[in-house]
C-alpha cells in the first residue's frame, strides 16, 4: 500500500511530498522517498530570484488544427544552498500531487509571459528540454560577465 503526505513550509518556500510504500518502510527501517515539489506562487518568487524553469517535453508535439498539442511539464532548478548545488522542485497542480501539465504551446506561451521568462524557448520531440530565465531576475553575475 503507498501512502503519500504533502507537506508546506512557507519559510523554505517549498512543498515537500513525502510518499513511502507501508511494506517497504517496514523492511528498510522506516526509510522514506522524499521528493521536494512547488506550487505556482512559489515558482514565480523563485524566478525572481533567479532560478531557472526546465521545460520538459513529455509528448511530441503534433499539429492540430491551427495549434500545435504536445504535453510539457516543469522543474524549478535554483542554486540557493552553495553546499548542495541546484535544487530541483516539480511544478505541480494547486491541491494535488500531480505534476503540472501544459498541453498546447499557447499554454507555454501564456505561462512564460506570466513569469517574465524572455526569450521563450519551446521543447517540441519527446526527451528534449529547455531552460527558461527571467529577465532582470536577481542574479549573481561572475567577472566576466561584467
Known amino acids: 500500500m503507498m501512502y503519500c503526505n504533502a507537506?508546506?513550509?512557507?519559510?523554505?518556500?517549498?512543498?515537500?511530498?513525502?510518499?513511502?510504500?507501508?511494506?517497504?518502510?517496514?523492511?528498510?527501517?522506516?526509510?522514506?522517498?522524499?521528493?521536494?515539489?512547488?506550487?505556482?506562487?512559489?515558482?514565480?518568487?523563485?524566478?525572481c530570484r533567479g532560478a531557472v524553469i526546465e521545460v520538459e517535453c513529455i509528448k511530441e508535439a503534433q499539429k492540430v488544427s491551427n495549434q500545435y498539442?504536445?504535453?510539457?511539464?516543469?522543474?524549478?532548478?535554483?542554486?540557493?544552498d552553495p553546499e548542495l548545488g541546484t535544487n530541483r522542485f516539480l511544478y505541480i497542480q494547486y491541491r494535488s500531487v500531480k505534476p503540472r501539465l501544459v498541453k498546447t504551446v499557447t499554454g507555454l506561451m501564456s505561462l512564460a509571459i506570466e513569469l517574465g521568462v524572455e526569450p521563450f524557448s519551446v521543447p517540441y520531440h519527446e526527451g528534449e528540454t529547455a531552460e527558461w530565465k527571467r529577465r532582470g531576475a536577481s542574479e549573481t553575475t561572475s567577472p566576466k560577465d561584467t
Do not use: Q
Not at 8 to 21: F, P, Q, T
Not at 69 to 80: A, L, M
Open 69 to 80: 498539442s504536445g504535453e510539457w511539464k516543469f522543474y524549478v532548478n535554483t542554486h540557493d
Open 7 to 47: 507537506t508546506y513550509s512557507r519559510v523554505a518556500g517549498m512543498c515537500v511530498l513525502l510518499c513511502w510504500n507501508h511494506e517497504a518502510a517496514k523492511a528498510e527501517r522506516g526509510m522514506r522517498e522524499v521528493s521536494p515539489v512547488i506550487m505556482y506562487d512559489d515558482m514565480r518568487e523563485a524566478v
